[in-house]
């Protein structure tokens, strides 16, 4: 009897702790989203209350209920759909070219030094030029429609992708490496077995990195010029005066900017699971 309530109560105790620790794991992760819900809400109602008692001139500074308003009629309007789609394929297909080119050649500029030699200079270049400065360029070559803001796209993230994509090459273990040309294995058979599986991290964080920066050149280039476009909605309401609605299209666009961030961050998270 004495053996089992022993056990009886040991099973209890473990019981317990695991049920604190999946508690105290829980309020771990949730504590960041609380606070940062917790700090917004705070500005939200300083802004609220400071337009409702006059402290601010709502003329260009509307109060949050006003903006949500006008960002309900955006988002219902005729227009919206075409204005997002525009935008969506114009972040898609820019980002994925992004992925794809600058994937393969950080690859081929972490494997290869001659071809690393080659490449870096005009990294280097690239990287140094701001993209606003760029913007009339582009559009004086490309035009208002979708592929200047492809191309803008492109050179704000191709680089990230690159330099990400070398380092997480050349951060490989190199013991892995030695072995697996002990066992004989070619460069190609390297590259697929070892060199990609060790490079996810580094990967990923140029994909998270991208996301965003992908989604601010959309949004920039649509503002200097553009025929449709979640850009070409704030720019329409500024030249109108619809203060409303342009801050209604900024809040759009960084509820969005946010949702495909976390969204990055999650699948990161996902992939490099095996770290853990």
Known sequence: MTMQHSARAGGLASARNATAAWLLHHATIGRPALLGTLSMATIVLAWQISATFGFIDTLFLPPPTEIMRALVEVVTSDTFPRDLQTSAYE?????????????????LAGWYRPFDELLRPIVIAVNSVPNLALIPIIILLFGIGTTSKIVLVLLSCIVVMEMNTQAGVENVDRQLKRMARSFGATDRQLIRTVVLPGMVPFFMTGVRICVGKAVVAVAVAELF??????????????????????????VLLTVIGIALTQTAVLLERLLTRWKD
Do not use: D
Not at 91 to 100: D, E, K, V
Not at 226 to 250: D, F, H, R
């Open 91 to 107: 972040f898609g297909l820019g980002l994925g070219i992004s992925i794809l080119v600058g994937g393969t050649l950080g690859v």
């Open 225 to 250: 010029g553009s025929v449709a476009g979640l850009g070409n909605i704030l720019i329409k309401a500024q030249s109108e005066m619809n203060m409303a609605v342009m801050y209604a299209a900024v």
